[in-house]
């Protein structure tokens, strides 16, 4: 997003990062499919699909539009699953920027960022620029990392610029001109996870087999939470409307 330009070497490396993901974390990626599709209507715009490893479960819209400045990123989505479905359009298009905001003619009624305002150095620009380009009554979910004191060897490795408070992300989200509807933590256990490995093992990547041992408990993570909303979390998850 409005960071230093990634360099070719770097896009791939993030294609490669997703392949991780998607591979060692399909559980944790179908929790979050089901928390944000609850909130998404018929002209989606997802913001930061990379690959697609999440916008590719997005069904039933009548338009999909992903926008990611990596065009390899871009590339593999179109080959693996894009170009099979005609109501999708993958653009490299960044945020904030004129591009951005010439989306408006699509009138998006649902807006999903999902782990992607961390990357971008002026938050509170992008937000407007959703905000602007969201239908009067359009619904933004956004999901970010949580806790400053979390941040860490793996933010750094993956270009975060913060990681976020809920009163401070509340605070960014409402001057941008959104209504926040619902603001809560996500993944309780992953804080312990994150912490360990990036602010004491000083790691850039989760190991593999920790990912996969993690992802099995996922299920009763997503249970337990759905039950009792966790007084802490690794994310943030906010719901809010234009």
Known sequence: MNRVPLSEADHRVSCEIQARLELNAPNYTSWIVRQASRHIGRRLLDIGCSTGNVTRHFTGCELLVGVDP??????????????????????????????????????????????????????????????????????????????????????????????????????????????????????APGVAGWFINGRILRRTLIPSTQAGLFDRCVPFIERLEAAFAPPIGQSLVLVADR
């Open 70 to 187: 990596n065009p390899y990123a871009l590339d593999v989505g179109r080959a693996e699953w894009a170009a099979s479905r005609p109501e999708v359009q993958l653009l490299p298009i960044t945020i904030p920027s004129d591009a951005f905001l010439a989306l408006e003619r699509f009138a998006f009624d649902s807006i999903t960022c999902l782990n992607v305002l961390e990357h971008v150095q002026n938050d509170l620009e992008a937000l407007r620029q959703m905000h602007q380009v969201l239908a009067p009554g359009g619904r933004l979910f956004l999901l970010v990392p949580a806790n400053q004191w979390l941040y860490g060897s793996m933010d750094a490795a993956d270009q975060h610029c913060r990681r976020y408070t809920r009163r401070g992300l509340a605070q960014t989200v409402a001057m941008a001109g959104f209504t926040v509807r619902s603001l809560r933590f996500m993944n």
